[in-house]
């Protein structure tokens, strides 16, 4: 007998494990472990989504004729820790041999390195077969340091996969739309209703609780996130034939009303492999090749992008940069996280809206954990331990491997640069211009200094000012230090001071 492991986040159906032959020869093996829920406190829906989804999948798989055995949280013999429950079935089983799939995170990347000697049997991995690039490509990719852009990586696996390509050029003679996707939302075009999905996870929360389990966040019997291979592709279809069309023009929208907006909410599936990144972007291209007359190249281009680009891309500087990264700390921050991220109270209105949508549906879109969350985690100096905790924690879909370099690197600078080229923080003129939140705001979006002036105001030139040192040689950042230079000693004194009066009490 060989043990073939599966993790919470493999649960991919297509992968070549079963299609090989003499199938007899092979026992699945899901379980659920402390080991892996404790890592940190997680959201609630977090974790009843990842297990109704591995339930699923073991189902499924028996349903099929594989074997397939499930360990659940609550049960006695469940040792809490993937070594020590394999140390048990490989004797129970008398099995031969371990087969896995490589992990995504590193952490558990190491720890699988040492199955064989603690199981005393032969271990063997496997690649995972989800990503555009294998691990070994990655690898290699990340060795040249013209592929750490990402504009140049995104173009290579354009090039390479042939997408949104004609005869090796760029469909519509251009690389990027981003200029074109920057629209506000005001209500026009009507959002259609999400897709909801609503499975009933009671069954899992009851585990969980026996189980003593400690979680964060809204609490709900049921997920309306996708948990199989056919909700994911429901939810795929139903994103390219009533979201894609208006998806590029408004993906760095905010709305009071509305959380997702035109977002596909498919990363929990992406990330869990009910669906591959090839099938979505596939997925899209057709559509937008057979829909040209409702779809525009923008719109297209502005989702693939997202996928072939960012998520590959995150992924290429996590395994390459992985040391430098889970540690740095450019700014020498040490707050902690401002306590509206744990209460979702706030005279903020926007930090509150995004900090309460997270909790309550463990979702939040890009520019909501980018540009709000995250630049007022670091415009109020958060150590960025303690950002990367939440954001792993809060929400579906969070992994260390895309977690961590677009908290710690894209939205935290933490790494100084490696994975973008500038800080991506803002004035309330950012967050104004692209949602509605200011409008029944208690501060005033205008002014610096007074005391109701906007904090991401105050905070904003003073984060300018402190890290001047830092920062002013960043060609990205000439034009904000020639407006800081602007302002007359009086003007600067008066922003110091509202900032460190904000930092010090920290009552937001
Ligand atoms: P859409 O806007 O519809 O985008 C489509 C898909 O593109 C997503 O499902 C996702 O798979 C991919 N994608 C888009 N942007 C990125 C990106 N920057 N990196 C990787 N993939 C991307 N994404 C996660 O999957 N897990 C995380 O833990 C995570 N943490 C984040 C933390 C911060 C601070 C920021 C700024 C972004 C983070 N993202 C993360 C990226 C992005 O915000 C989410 O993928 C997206 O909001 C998920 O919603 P959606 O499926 O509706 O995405
Ligand atoms: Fe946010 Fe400032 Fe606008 Fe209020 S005024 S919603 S705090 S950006």
Same mark, same amino acid.
């Given at each position: 007998m060989v043990i073939r492991l599966i993790l919470g =986040?493999?649960?991919? #159906?297509? /992968?070549s494990w079963f299609t090989a032959p003499n199938q007899e020869h092979y026992l699945y093996v899901l379980m659920e472990v402390k080991q892996e829920t404790d890592v940190i406190q997680q959201h609630f829906k977090k974790i009843t989504t990842f297990f109704a989804a591995m339930r699923s999948f073991h189902k499924n798989l028996q349903a099929q004729g594989y074997t397939s055995f499930y360990l659940k949280i609550n049960e006695a013999t469940n040792k809490q820790s993937f070594a020590e429950n394999l140390k048990l079935l490989v004797s129970e089983y008398h099995a031969t041999e371990v087969q896995y799939q490589f992990p995504d995170d590193y952490r558990l990347y190491l720890e699988f390195k040492k199955l064989s000697e603690i199981l005393g049997v032969k271990v063997t991995p496997y690649e995972?077969?989800?990503?555009?690039?294998s691990l070994k490509e990655l690898v290699e990719l990340g060795k040249s340091q013209t592929n750490f852009l990402m504009e140049n990586f995104y173009r290579f696996l354009r090039r390479k996969f042939g997408v949104l390509m004609v005869q090796n050029k760029p469909l519509a003679g251009k690389w990027n739309f981003d200029a074109d996707n920057r629209k506000r939302w005001n209500g026009d075009p009507k959002i259609p209703k999400a897709l909801c999905? *609503?499975? =009933?996870v009671s069954e899992v929360v009851s585990d969980l609780n026996e189980a003593g389990i400690q979680t964060f966040g809204a609490q709900s019997l *049921? #997920? =309306?996130?996708?948990?199989n291979r056919e909700q994911a592709l429901q939810q795929l279809q139903y994103f390219v034939e009533n979201l894609l069309p208006n998806f590029g023009s408004f993906q760095d929208a905010m709305h009071t009303d509305e959380t997702?907006?035109? /977002? #596909?909410? @498919?990363s929990f599936a992406l990330n869990a492999k009910l669906v591959a990144p090839h099938e979505v972007v596939h997925s899209v291209e057709d559509y937008f090749y057979h829909h040209s007359d409702k779809i525009s190249i923008s719109q297209a281009e502005g989702f693939i992008r997202q996928i072939l680009g960012w998520r590959e891309y995150v992924r290429m500087v996590y395994w390459n940069r992985y040391d430098e990264i889970k540690t740095g700390n450019f700014f020498n921050h040490t707050q902690p996280l401002p306590a509206v991220f744990w209460t979702g109270k706030s005279a903020m209105n926007c930090v509150s809206h995004c900090a309460t949508d997270s909790l309550k549906n463990a979702y939040a879109h890009h520019i909501q954990r980018l540009m709000v969350l995250g630049n007022f985690a670091l415009l109020t100096e958060t150590h960025p331990d303690e950002t990367d905790a939440w954001y792993l924690g809060v929400? *579906? =879909? *969070? @992994?260390e491997w895309v977690q961590l370099p677009n908290t710690r690197c894209m939205s935290q600078f933490a790494d100084g640069g490696i994975l973008g080229t500038k800080p991506y923080v803002s004035t309330a003129n950012y967050i104004d211009k692209m949602s509605n939140y200011c409008t029944n705001c208690n501060y005033d979006k205008k002014t610096k200094y007074n005391s109701d002036s906007c904090p991401f105001n105050s905070l904003y030139w003073y984060f300018l000012h402190k890290n001047r040192a830092k920062l002013q040689s960043n060609i990205r950042m000439k034009m904000m230090y020639a407006l800081v230079d602007k302002f007359s000693p009086m003007e600067l004194e008066r922003i110091i001071e509202r900032a460190e009066y904000l930092l010090l009490n920290r009552n937001f």
């Open positions: =986040d493999q649960l991919n #159906s297509n /992968h995972s077969e989800h990503f555009f690039c999905f *609503a499975n =009933d *049921a #997920s =309306d996130f996708p948990i997702l907006l035109f /977002h #596909s909410n @498919l929400y *579906a =879909d *969070a @992994l």
